[in-house]
């Protein structure tokens, strides 16, 4: 069982920035990849961004809404993933639930964190 844990969610003005983070219970290098996914009232939950493993470094995927203002990175050190999110806008509000993914393809089993809300005020 792997475990998620995040924390950075909170209350803020449009053009402000917050960085939320994923601790995982697993070595971090165990896993295929970790993301950011966000749910607002009413929607389906969504990528937000997500950075493999491996190679070393790992290749990043954004969403199209978020690239050029959220970052996605790791402390492998710390098994920690993190979302700086700058320039939020109010469309930015939801959700947001760190996922870890162990294994590929047809073998692959995702981990979810209990989710951590970002309002973002106009």
């Known amino acids: 069982q792997v475990q998620l844990v995040e924390s950075g969610g909170g209350l803020v003005q449009a053009g402000g920035s917050l960085r939320l983070s994923c601790a995982t219970s697993?070595?971090?290098?165990?896993?295929?990849?970790m993301g950011w996914y966000r749910q607002a009232p009413g929607k389906q939950r969504e990528l937000v961004a997500a950075i493999t493993t491996f190679p070393i470094g790992g290749t990043t995927n954004y969403a199209d809404s978020v690239k050029g203002r959220f970052t996605i990175s790791r402390d492998n050190a710390k098994n920690t993933v993190y979302l700086q999110m700058n320039s939020l806008k109010p469309e930015d509000t939801a959700v947001y639930f760190c996922n870890a993914r162990l294994g590929r393809g047809s073998e692959a089993y995702d981990y979810w964190g209990q989710g951590t809300q970002v309002t973002v005020s106009s």
């Open positions: 697993l070595n971090i290098f165990r896993l295929n990849a």
